[in-house]
């Protein structure tokens, strides 16, 4: 078991298979949510539960955060009781939320006038490579702090970019999935597409598939497309959220301003605690 105590903040899809492969690691775990109710899986893998964020600090070395937005994970950080009240010195915090690059470096200039350290870790991948391990970590920061939390990030993903300083994780990260939303879309249309022609959707998902422009979302979507059923894997009010944040740090290629539109309409007409997948429900309303 490693002597390092881990604190994690934010639990839900994604957060609490990341704790229970850290706990699985031999690291000694203690976690915080809002809503305790999603603590109880984690504290029966083996974690403790603290009452606040800033017990969750008190009692930890290193502390990860996995929350909803920018908004999340300010309140969260700097909130009444939240992880930067009280004594910090020496402690490490890792964000690993998808959150603005002005942000990232906003937290990160308030943990270091605590006596902290701070690393932004945002993952590419959904829940299976989160329960697998399988990440990709989009990491930014000072290299000190990256070696430091190395052995943690290891446990949660197969592979660690490192992309510079504070805010380039978080840009790598928009920028990633920008990407997969315009390949989601893309899959829906060319679906709609073949079906309004007589091609059956199976046909299509095949051809896609087994040919050069599949790829390991495409085949991951095929099953919910088919059944017409879309869990949240990832959430598409959050996808919608992640094309704010990379039209607002100045993306304006031809594709960006449809896709946000696109998704952001989905969204409003009711689709956003479906997988993004479900954008092929939207589309193929209208």
């Known amino acids: 078991m490693s002597n390092t105590k881990i604190g994690w903040a934010g639990l839900g899809n994604m957060g609490t298979p990341m704790v229970k492969n ?3 690691a031999g690291f000694p775990v203690t976690v915080y949510n809002r809503t305790k109710e ?7 893998a083996g974690a403790t539960s603290a009452p ?16 909803s937005d920018d908004n999340a994970v300010k309140e969260i950080f700097n909130g009444e009781t939240g992880l930067l009240h009280g004594d910090v010195t020496g402690k490490l915090f890792i964000n690993v939320s998808t959150i603005s690059p002005a942000t990232a470096k906003f937290i990160e200039e308030t943990c270091k006038g605590k006596g902290a350290a701070f690393l932004e870790a945002p993952v590419s991948g959904s829940v299976k490579p989160a329960q697998d391990g399988t990440l990709i970590m989009l990491a930014g920061g000072e290299l000190e702090n990256l070696e430091r939390a190395k ?3 290891d446990v949660l993903g197969k592979l660690t970019v ?8 978080s840009a790598a990260k928009l920028a990633i999935n ?3 939303a315009v390949t989601l879309q893309g899959l829906a249309e060319t679906v709609i597409f073949a079906k309004a022609n007589g091609i059956s959707t199976e046909n299509m998902l095949t051809i896609v598939n ?5 790829s390991g979302i495409t085949k991951l979507k095929t099953a919910p497309i088919l059944k017409n059923e879309f869990p949240a894997a990832f959430a598409l009010k959050h996808i919608t959220k992640d094309l704010r944040l990379a039209t607002e740090q100045g993306i304006d290629s031809p594709l960006a301003n449809p896709v946000y539109s696109t998704y952001k309409a989905a969204m409003d007409s009711g689709l956003g605690e479906e997988d993004l997948m479900a954008i092929i ?4 309303k209208e």
């Open 22 to 24: 850290l706990l699985k």
């Open 38 to 44: 999603k603590e109880q899986e984690a504290v029966e």
């Open 52 to 67: 606040s964020p800033e017990q969750l600090t008190a009692v930890s070395d290193i502390i990860l955060v996995m929350v």
């Open 151 to 153: 052995p943690i990030l």
């Open 162 to 169: 490192y992309n510079g300083p504070v805010g380039a994780g």
């Open 178 to 180: 920008y990407f997969l």
């Open 210 to 214: 087994e040919g050069a422009v599949g």
């Open 281 to 284: 429900k939207y589309l193929a």
